[in-house]
């Protein structure tokens, strides 16, 4: 149990680093809370015109999802981690993320952490949810349409390899705080005026 309460805690410790404001501080750019939507996240990061901190950015909060996870999953057998600790671990990280105990509690969206932790759960499902969001954020423009329908493709993903699993239900879980970490966004959607992605 001690084991288990520990990968769960540093999962969560390592979800609270903000790559976006790791990045910007160490590339000289403002803190991303202080300008556009003040989310700190690639998209935000992305409208100071630095592409290259955006890119760190998105890589660094993809790489603690997986990291957490695939950790975990790696020890599971040989440290006799409980079968729970697996979506527990992938929900730390998520959670840790968008609140952050090192920023104050104010998080990202939880995209790309996301992201990171369908591929360390199951690769070929995370390269088809890219595969989504590039279609869509290519065709509309707009990151925050494309990030919530592959968060809808997730789920139905997560069922069909997985069934109805408590890996399944954490990632349902995980999906409905993304998308209320997005209600802003879905708000102007459907007034038609979300911002569009930058070129």
């Known amino acids: 149990m ?29 803190d991303p809370h202080s300008y556009g939507s003040g989310n700190p996240g690639s998209t935000n990061v992305l409208r100071t015109g630095n592409k290259t901190a955006a890119a760190l950015t998105l890589l660094g909060d993809g790489l603690k999802g997986f990291i957490a996870v695939w950790v975990a999953l790696h020890f599971q ?16 990280v998520f959670l840790g993320h968008i609140l952050p105990v090192f920023h104050r509690f104010k998080g990202g969206k939880g995209v790309a952490t996301a992201a990171g932790i369908v591929f360390a759960l199951h690769w070929p499902l995370a390269l088809g949810l890219v595969v989504v969001w590039l279609i869509l954020a290519i065709g509309f423009k707009i990151s925050s349409l494309a990030a919530l329908a592959a968060a809808l493709c997730m789920i139905v993903g997560m069922f069909y390899f ?15 705080l993304l998308i209320w ?17 930058r070129s």
Not at 162 to 176: D, H, K, N
């Open 77 to 92: 057998a040989s440290l006799n981690l409980a079968a729970w600790t697996i979506p527990a671990v992938a929900f730390a």
């Open 162 to 176: 997985f069934g109805s699993s408590l890996i399944s239900w954490t990632m349902v879980a995980i999906t409905l």
């Open 2 to 30: 001690l084991i288990d309460i520990v990968f769960i805690a540093a999962a969560y410790l390592l979800g609270s680093i903000s790559f976006a404001v790791v990045v910007s501080h160490a590339m000289g750019l403002p």
């Open 181 to 197: 970490r997005h209600k802003d966004n879905i708000e102007r959607l459907l007034k038609g005026k979300e911002s569009k992605i």
